[in-house]
């Protein structure tokens, strides 16, 4: 069986876009620019999804213009993954889990990420690294749950991916294991039957899938995702509120209700993050709530995500609720609480 990790995976050149048609020859010189900050990779499953140059798709993967522009507010590490490192590799954020940073390579490289300082510098954590990271998480027994992330844990070959897993299942005091992952969406011939059993292995593993609108769940995807629901694995979503891209009622719940269909349940609706060059996809947080309303009104509890914002410089994501949240002292200004009784404040970028 072909191990579809081990194909090489080229980085996408502005010429690429430009001759498929996705960008126009007059914006070349600004997208190179583009391309020196932020790294570019589309897959061809995205390729084929994409109907119509700037589509919720396409917006989402081809680079633009307004990259360029870098507001005060935003940060290089927006959701201060630095500050609770405690050995490289690893981020310990909130007492029982720990994020493990497995690779720093993905299949596509979202316009709105908000590690786009970082992805595709490297490829997988050194073994030296690693090895620190899985000490420090069996030195930890508070340690029941560990998130792979980085990059994407799916980009691994297989081998890779069973050794970590297997050594993480050494680890008598961890519960659970989530990966967060495009893979099934965005390459999804690489959810064999292979991988399946790697993963129905391990410690109860998780799978998060990452997916901001309906026109990405295409046929193979739909199917590779059955394929991991078929084999036991318990499937979560999680997307992101783009401006033009789903910040509608009528496109989050047909994301909603086409994700419940496929035994996915929506479990993370992000507010969009303070990363560089991402002011254009960010909507406001009044906006947002207003489209939370409007789902709880139309849509079942079973599809409901659950609103968040990763508070800046590393203060932990919390609901947006009254709970949390509560009207400053002008039009968008925010005081949040995070899980600590902190309080901090947030200012919609549109209020500037």
């Known amino acids: 069986m072909t191990d579809h990790s081990r194909q090489p995976r080229a980085r996408t050149r502005v010429y690429d876009l430009e001759r498929d048609g996705l960008t126009a020859p007059e914006a070349r010189a600004d997208l190179e620019r583009v391309a020196e900050e932020f790294r570019i990779r589309v897959t061809p499953e995205m390729r084929g999804a994409i109907a119509e140059p700037a589509d919720p798709v396409a917006a989402q993967f081809v680079p633009s213009a307004k990259e360029l522009t870098t507001r005060p507010e935003e940060l290089e590490d927006p959701i201060g993954d630095d500050a609770h490192s405690p050995v490289p590799g690893l981020t310990h954020r909130y007492p029982d889990r720990v994020i493990l940073h497995i690779t720093k390579t993905c299949d596509v490289y979202c316009r709105f990420c908000f590690r786009r300082e970082t992805v595709g510098e490297t490829g997988p954590l050194p073994e030296d690294q690693l090895t620190a990271a899985l000490d420090y998480i069996a030195a930890t027994p508070a340690i029941r749950e560990v998130i792979l992330t980085g990059g994407d844990p ?5 081998r890779r991916l069973a050794s970590v897993l297997e050594r993480l299942s050494t680890i008598p005091h961890l519960d659970q294991i989530r990966l967060h992952t495009r893979v099934p969406v965005v390459a999804p011939e690489r959810i064999t039957d292979t991988l399946c059993h790697i993963l129905r292995a391990a410690p109860t593993a998780w799978i998060v899938l990452h997916t901001n609108h309906a026109q990405e769940l295409t046929p193979t995807a739909r199917t590779a995702i059955a394929r991991l629901v078929d084999h036991g694995i318990p499937m979560l979503s999680q997307t ?51 489209l939370m309303a409007e789902l709880r009104r139309r849509c079942s509890g079973t599809m409901l995500p659950n609103y968040v914002l990763d508070i800046p410089g590393g203060h932990g994501k919390v609901p947006i609720t009254a709970d949390h949240f509560t009207q400053g002292d002008s039009p968008g200004h925010w005081r949040v609480t995070d899980r600590n009784g902190r309080t901090h404040d947030y200012r919609d970028p549109a209020t500037r």
């Open 154 to 158: 799916l980009t691994l070959s297989t």
């Open 240 to 290: 992101v509120l783009l401006r033009g891209i789903n910040d509608s009622a009528d496109a989050l719940e047909t994301l909603l209700r086409a994700l419940t269909k496929l035994r996915v349940k929506p479990y993370y609706l992000h507010h969009c993050d303070l990363a560089r060059g991402t002011s254009h996809f960010r909507t406001t947080i009044t906006e947002g709530r207003t």
